[in-house]
Nanobody, 121 residues
Framework: QVQLVESGGGLVQPGGSLRLSCKAS????????MGWYRQAPGKERELVAA???????NYADSVKGRSTISRDNYKNTVYLQMISLKPEDTAVYYC???????????????WGQGTQVTVSS
């Protein structure tokens, strides 16, 4: 299996910033795309940002200009830096990785357990 462990969530005031981290571990051969999704109460899970192993990124329109996704391929870790946070950014944030395990010939999507981000005064 591939395990993803997120950290960095919490309570943030509007206009504040935070940095989420997610480390992948396990018998990993390679990790293709890594990303962050979020799910607010009563809403579907949505993509926030993603980054390929080569460093190409894409962002949801709602966070473009306020977020930066990055990764450390040696540490199998992905980061999400968010600034100018708004109450509508409140959600559970999930880390995702499309990875291939040692011995496998295919990739699978793996998910973290989620970390709560609450933007409120």
């Amino acid at each position: 299996q591939v395990q993803l462990v997120e950290s960095g969530g919490g309570l943030v005031q509007p206009g504040g910033s935070l940095r989420l981290s997610c480390k992948a571990s396990g018998i990993i051969f390679s990790i293709n795309k890594m990303g962050w999704y979020r799910q607010a109460p009563g809403k579907e899970r949505e993509l926030v940002a993603a980054i390929t192993s080569g460093g190409s990124t894409n962002y949801a329109d709602s966070v473009k200009g306020r977020s930066t996704i990055s990764r450390d391929n040696y540490k199998n870790t992905v980061y999400l830096q968010m600034i100018s946070l708004k109450p509508e950014d409140t959600a559970v944030y999930y880390c995702n990785a499309r990875a291939r395990r040692v011995g496998d010939t295919f990739e699978l999507d793996y998910w973290g357990q989620g970390t709560q981000v609450t933007v409120s005064s």
